[in-house]
């Protein structure tokens, strides 16, 4: 199916289960431990024994020396698959260092061998036999040595994007000329995804078709890349990945613990499964990369802007990209002169990539606390220098609207629930006992990404609708919203729907990633979906153009047959795939937020502590209410960790991530997250896809670390621009205790 | 983790004995700790001697004042006692402070007395670490040191003792007793139990080889208000950035040790005496001395807040 015009009315628009919060089907799995997770296929294939991946001691450099013998002869071992086994393995399209193979060290913790055993414990036990011997050369490891970087263009690798250079009216003219100005600096640390379940994979050989049962947020990506790095058809490969324990971006592409579980088998004669052990995915996977950005605001007297300049520095492996960090800043606030520009400095720590909301997640942060600094010069309240500054339409290109923007709605929705009014411009005046109190808001934003998406809808004489399509389930909801729209759209129950996912033997989907799952699969869903409904009218002697699909009955013309009935003499099949046409390109597609929050900082120790959040959200049609609040508050948490806590420690010297453990990388606990209040307002977007659907994964995330760091600013009247906002940053500039 | 032998003791004598009979042997109670380290291959006993059934887990009160604390009493049983909760408020804020409740009901009182730095890079065997394996160096030193100690570090380990419980049993003059594998008795003050680490940071305590805890005493009560303020970037489960363990007298006067700023428990008598002249007076002589290493230097100011919030909280009961 082409999506190419704006979708009119269609059985979605029912929302007889659509829209409606509905618990996840996949919930009675999950909470009694029988939806397996891919270390615990234990029952997939006999006989798998364990790999332990080696990761390099060294960031630069070569590896001189492995000796394997002692690892081999240890008990229980069965392979040692040594890096200076073999020739680097090809890089596939999405890989910027290289996964394994050739004695070169590009980044700490490159995985350098893998070792097989019988048990978890003799494969550990064997890999630290192996002595590695290294000889290292010197790295680049400071961001900010390289402030002259050259400009680099590019996208994220989810979608969001950026110019090297782009520039709208005369920025320099408009600047210097402007009554008000700010000019400030702000940094972000390099990031992790510390999602709870690790790169995980179980590899076995049949000849040479090879089969994968892993842990990946985009089968098809996968299929691709794995083959591609194994020098292998991917005609020979199945991966299968039902069940996900997050990834955050971070499972996006293939990584050391699918390619080594292949090789490992391949090397054992059996099948192995290999995780990564929590240090490794610090320094051997990918990360979000740190930005150093400067914003230049200028403004008349009326609070309008007239000058935004936004350019951003973050820096990546040789042959890596950017960070985003500028994407949101070409589309969020009106303002005749703007200056966008990106720069990559080429550093040799490990390799940066996709995380939640990349571009936008950092840019935000500063940006957003940019615009609090600004309404506080105007003296304006920064709700309303916010409103005063929408733009409903492309600012770079005035012709071309948004489908739908209610930023301004969200902005005063979330103000008049949260009670904005009570908040005290000045900062530092405000007092609970020993308590700093403040609040503080920013807007979210995030783009919404098209992307093809297939699925296979078939209706069998038991009246049962089975879905099948290689869309990932990373702990959303996936299975439960394409459940309610084959329900919707075939007119049954949903417990009439069965719903099979992550296997790359189904429709190629459009994956987890950029928030652009929710909308692109459930599209692909309807898109199967009418295929089969013309199907079951034809197999009914109905005629498909006027058939009614409501409780397991098509009817049409008078006549009604039950759906199990049209079945009888073999199932019915509806395959497609939605595909989309230029209306992304006639109008910008975008989900908006604001987030609103309280943040108390103790006067005496600085510690920071949150009191209540809100986020209010315009995204499309919320498919589920229930689940999309679910990722709205898991982001709002991951945004006071951003805000407040998390940070890979880079030793400039030594070129790697030191606090490799979650007890050195510090993610929120409960205690840290108090009450989060969400909101979706009523929004149906038809330029979208037929399911008028958007995202609200990474636009929960967007701007919530700002809101944050603006009501520490708000509390304390400390501004802390770099993040996290720790308690040492402010602590001897916190206002006298009386 | 390397292949171990195991058995499990009927007596502290016998347990103790075992451990000094067998090369590279270590004691196992509850295990959060040295468990994590064999997994990294950070410590590698050949033996254990699992402890766990000894009769060490009771709390008794000692005539004439005071109670002795069997050394496999966990943490949780500890901090809910009704007597350390009354008599000995401090010590039952500082267990809660620390860990997680699963972990509080494994952990044991010696064994959260022995535990190890969590200096990241003492973690990370690729690195050099003069405690892990003594003359390689100290990576730590002009690196990473937000975490680590500004004061009674040496210039071959910055590392910081990372434990609450046993600041709250140094401000409270607790005593370690020990078994030796002769069967000979020894009652260590706690002041004197952790080590310093001067030129030889593998050395943590002064427990001799084979010597085992059998049980922490305390003191008759010191009345007071007691306090444990911990300070950190996570509202839980983290180490302390700064701690404070404080008893505080109505007149002002009282006793103080410091947490996450040295590689011990932090207490000096001068402070101690200065409780009355405000926290500038208190850190000043605490804190004498101070080796910040760059990155950590706002702990000094911070123990120094921390002291002041104890204070103000004290004035106003």
């Keep these: ?738 | 983790m390397k292949p171990f032998t195991y058995e499990r003791a009927d007596s502290p004598a016998a347990a103790a004995a075992a451990v000094a009979r067998t090369p590279g042997a270590k004691f196992i109670a509850g295990g959060t700790n040295i468990l994590d380290l064999m997994k990294l291959q950070i410590e590698t006993p050949t033996h254990l001697v699992d402890v766990n059934r000894l009769a060490l887990d009771r709390i008794e009160d000692i005539p004439g004042g005071g109670v002795r604390i069997g050394a496999l009493v966990r943490n949780t049983a500890l901090a809910a006692d009704r007597r350390i909760r009354k008599h000995y408020g401090v010590l039952s804020r500082a267990i809660v402070a620390g860990a997680s409740g699963q972990l509080r009901n494994k952990a044991t009182t010696a064994g959260n007395l022995l535990q190890r730095t969590r200096c990241p890079y003492f973690y990370d065997t690729a690195q050099p670490c003069n405690k892990r394996a003594p003359g390689s160096g100290c990576a730590a030193i002009g690196g990473i040191s937000r975490q680590l100690a500004v004061i009674g570090a040496s210039d071959h380990c910055i590392a910081t003792y990372p434990g609450d419980m046993a600041v709250a049993m140094r401000v409270l003059d607790a005593t370690v007793e020990t078994v030796s594998p002769d069967g000979g008795t020894r009652a260590i003050p706690i002041a004197d139990f952790h080590l310093l680490p001067g030129d030889t940071p593998q050395k943590e305590n002064a427990l001799r080889p084979g010597e085992l805890i059998t049980a922490v005493t305390l003191p008759a009560p010191l009345g007071g208000r007691h306090f444990y303020q911990k300070v950190r970037d996570r509202a839980s489960y983290a180490f302390a950035l700064v701690s404070v363990a404080a008893v505080i007298h109505p007149d002002g006067s009282g006793r103080v040790a410091l947490g996450g700023v040295a590689p011990k428990p932090w207490r000096v008598d001068a402070a101690d005496a200065a409780m009355k002249h405000g926290s500038r007076a208190v850190a000043e002589p605490l804190l004498a001395g101070a080796r910040p290493a760059g990155d950590n230097a706002f702990k000094l100011p911070l123990a120094e807040r921390t002291l002041a919030l104890v204070m103000s909280e004290a004035k106003a009961a």
Aim: net charge neutral; aromatic share 6%.
């Design chain 1, 1 to 738: 199916m082409k999506f190419d015009a704006p979708a009119g009315a269609n059985p979605i628009d029912k929302l007889r289960v659509v829209g409606r919060p509905t618990d996840r089907i996949d919930g009675p799995r999950k909470t009694t431990g029988t939806a397996p997770y891919a270390y615990e296929r234990h029952d997939v294939v006999p006989n798998q024994a364990y790999g332990y991946v080696v990761g390099a001691g060294i960031a630069k450099g070569r590896l001189t020396r492995l000796d394997v013998s002692a690892a081999k002869s240890a008990p229980g071992v069965l392979a040692v698959v040594s890096t200076l086994d073999m020739d680097r393995l090809p890089l596939s399209k999405m890989n910027t260092a290289s996964l394994f193979g050739g004695a070169e060290i590009q980044h700490y913790h490159q995985a350098i061998a893998l070792v097989v055993a019988e048990t978890f414990e003799q494969a550990r036990g064997a890999a630290f036999l192996l002595h590695p011997e290294y000889q290292a050369t010197p790295g680049r490891f400071d961001l900010q040595a390289h402030e002259d970087a050259p400009l680099v263009g590019g996208s994220s690798g989810e979608g969001s994007g950026g110019p090297k250079l782009d520039r709208v009216g005369d920025f320099d003219m408009a600047f210097a000329q402007a009554s008000v100005k700010l000019d400030q600096r702000y940094t972000t640390p390099d990031e992790s995804h510390a999602m709870m379940e690790p790169h995980a994979t179980i590899a076995a050989w049949d000849g040479d078709r090879l089969t994968i049962w892993t842990s990946n947020q985009m089968i098809a990506w996968n299929k691709r890349d794995l083959a591609k790095t194994l020098g292998m058809s991917p005609d020979k490969l199945r991966v299968d990945s039902p069940f996900i324990g997050g990834g955050f971006g971070g499972k996006l592409f293939v990584r050391a613990d699918s390619v080594l579980a292949a090789l490992g088998a391949r090397a054992a004669g059996r099948p192995v499964k290999v995780a990564l052990t929590r240090p490794l995915i610090f320094n051997n996977t990918t990360h979000r990369p740190a930005t150093m950005q400067r914003i230049r605001l200028g403004a008349g007297r009326d609070g309008r802007l007239v000058a935004i300049a936004h350019e951003s520095l973050s820096g990546d492996l040789p042959d890596g990209k950017p960070e985003t960090a500028v994407a949101q800043t070409k589309l969020l606030y009106a303002g005749a002169n703007r200056l966008i520009s990106m720069r990559l400095a080429t550093l040799d720590l490990p390799e940066g990539n996709a995380m939640r909301a990349p571009g936008e997640a950092p840019g935000l942060m500063a940006l957003e606390m940019a615009m609090d600094e600004m309404a506080e010069a105007l003296d304006m309240d920064p709700v309303r220098f916010r409103i005063l500054n929408d733009t409903q339409t492309d600012p770079e290109k005035p012709g071309r609207p948004f489908s739908q923007r209610q930023l301004v709605e969200c902005l005063r929705t979330g103000a008049a629930r949260f009670g904005w009014d009570r908040r005290k411009p000045r900062p530092g005046t405000v007092r609970d006992g020993r308590w700093l109190v403040g609040m503080g808001v920013s807007a979210g934003f995030r783009n919404n990404l098209l992307q093809p998406s297939g699925a296979r809808v078939r209706l069998d004489k038991r009246g049962t609708v089975t879905v099948e399509t290689d869309m990932t389930d990373i702990g959303t909801g996936s299975y439960t919203i394409i459940a309610q729209t084959a329900a919707e759209m075939m007119g049954v129950e949903l417990d009439q729907v069965v719903v099979r996912l992550g296997d790359s033997d189904f429709p190629a989907s459009a994956g987890s990633g950029g928030q652009w799952g929710a909308n692109n699969s459930t599209s692909g869903v309807y898109a199967a979906c009418v295929k089969l409904r013309d199907a079951v009218a034809r197999a009914g002697g109905l005629d498909p153009d006027r058939a009614e699909f409501s409780g397991g009955r098509v009817a049409a013309g008078g006549r009604s047959i039950r759906l199990a009935d049209a079945a009888l003499h073999g199932d019915l099949v509806g395959d497609d795939r939605i595909e989309y046409g230029s209306l992304a390109k006639q109008y910008q597609q975008s989900t908006f937020a604001a987030h609103f929050v309280e943040a108390a900082v103790d006067g005496f120790t600085g510690e920071v502590r949150l009191r209540r959040m809100l986020a209010v959200c315009a995204a499309g049609r919320i498919l589920n209410p229930k689940t999309a609040r679910s990722q709205v508050i898991g982001a709002m948490t991951m945004g006071a960790g951003g805000a407040l806590m998390e940070e890979l420690a880079v030793d400039k010297r030594r070129g790697f991530f030191v606090n490799h453990d979650l007890a050195g990388y510090e993610v929120p606990v409960h205690a840290d997250i108090p009450h989060q209040d969400v909101v979706f307002l009523p929004e149906a977007d038809p330029v979208s896809s037929p399911m008028k659907a958007k995202g609200v994964g990474e636009l929960g995330l967007c701007g919530v670390a700002a809101a944050i760091a603006n009501a520490v600013y708000n509390a304390t009247g400390v501004r802390v621009r770099d993040y996290p906002v720790t308690l040492d940053k402010h602590l001897q500039r916190l206002p006298e205790l009386a």
